[in-house]
């Protein structure tokens, strides 16, 4: 169905969007080991968790367009 399918515009945006999304979870899955900090800890804890949840997300969106 038309509907459903992404433009190649918005297909090369989301892989842009995919992979900064990458970026920031690899860098706050590192620095979570490396910081001190309880609360600082926990906030990255989240944001690796909300991170690969909406990596999922958008890989979902992306294999879903394709058809």
């Known amino acids: 169905m038309m509907a459903n399918q992404l433009a190649r515009h918005e297909r ?4 842009e969007i995919l992979t900064l999304k ?3 979870l690899t860098k706050a899955a590192t620095m979570k080991g490396l910081v001190g ?3 600082l800890q926990a906030i990255l804890q ?3 968790t ?3 949840q909406h990596v999922e997300q958008l ?3 992306l294999s879903d367009g394709s058809n």
Do not use: P, R
């Not at 090369?12 to 892989?15: G, K, N, P, R, S």
């Open 12 to 15: 090369l945006e989301m892989h």
């Open 22 to 24: 990458n970026i920031s």
């Open 37 to 39: 900090c309880n609360q």
């Open 46 to 48: 989240e944001d690796v």
């Open 50 to 52: 909300k991170g690969k």
């Open 59 to 61: 890989n979902e969106l």
